[in-house]
């Protein structure tokens, strides 16, 4: 299986400043005949389900605000908050879905600093 | 609008068996691979199980494979989990989820019901 690790852990930012998640696959999930990443992003609200953002790893969900993006390729990838707002104050997870069983990072908790 | 809605969860003993049921709409069912995802109490997110769109092939997650089987009935809008000979550690929210229809590329889930709380426990 491919593990997806998520740094930091927890992360605390201030309202209006930028936060950036970092979500390692253990493998490449890089498609070299299509050149896609097969990476999501996910926001989860306590006592919600978790919310798509972003997939192929940069292109966001429709109605996702443009504060968030998405980027990396290969194993390295990165989620962006470019200006954080209090409704962003949450949980992220990355996923992978090169292969199966697709997998989940354990999820980086965002905090106002 | 794409409603996904569980339903079947509750508390049972170690060696139990419960059938979630995850009623969708909105949308047509029939043409969407369908997954179960869990998260158990503060911890994040398992892939437990997925089924293409005509019911045909089914995944598990090997922590599961033997004791759950997915199922679904297109005529009815249901996505089914038979869970049996639960054990503490299946204590968790399930969720349903879609997944894109793309040729079969797309691998993410979107969206998501709200999930529904199994208890295995004495």
């Known amino acids: ?113 | 609008e794409v409603r996904l809605l569980e339903s079947g969860g509750g508390l049972v003993q170690p060696g139990g068996s419960l059938r979630l049921s995850c009623a969708a709409s909105g949308f047509t069912f029939s043409i969407y691979a369908m997954s179960w995802v869990r998260q158990a109490p503060g911890k994040g997110l398992e892939w437990v199980s997925g089924t293409s769109a005509s019911g045909v092939n089914t995944y598990y997650a090997e922590s599961v494979k033997g004791r759950f089987t997915i199922s679904r009935d297109n005529s009815k809008n249901t996505l089914y989990l038979q869970m049996n000979s639960l054990r503490a550690e299946d204590t968790a929210v399930y969720y349903c989820a879609k997944v894109p229809y793309c040729g079969g590329d797309c691998g993410w889930f979107d969206p998501w019901g709200q999930g529904t709380l199994v208890t295995v426990s004495s």
């Open chain 1, 1 to 113: 299986d491919i593990v997806m690790t998520q740094s930091p852990e927890s992360l605390a930012v201030s309202l209006g400043e930028r936060a950036t998640i970092n979500c390692k696959s253990s493998q490449s999930i890089l498609y070299s005949s299509n050149k896609k990443n097969y990476l999501a992003w996910y926001q989860q609200k306590p006592g919600q389900p978790p919310k798509l953002l972003i997939y192929w790893a940069s292109t966001r969900e429709s109605g996702v605000p443009d504060r968030f993006s998405g980027s990396g390729s290969g194993t390295d990838f990165t989620l962006t908050i470019s200006s954080l707002q209090a409704e962003d104050v949450t949980v992220y997870y990355c996923q992978q879905y090169y292969s199966s069983p697709p997998t989940f990072g354990q999820g980086t908790k965002l905090e106002i600093k």
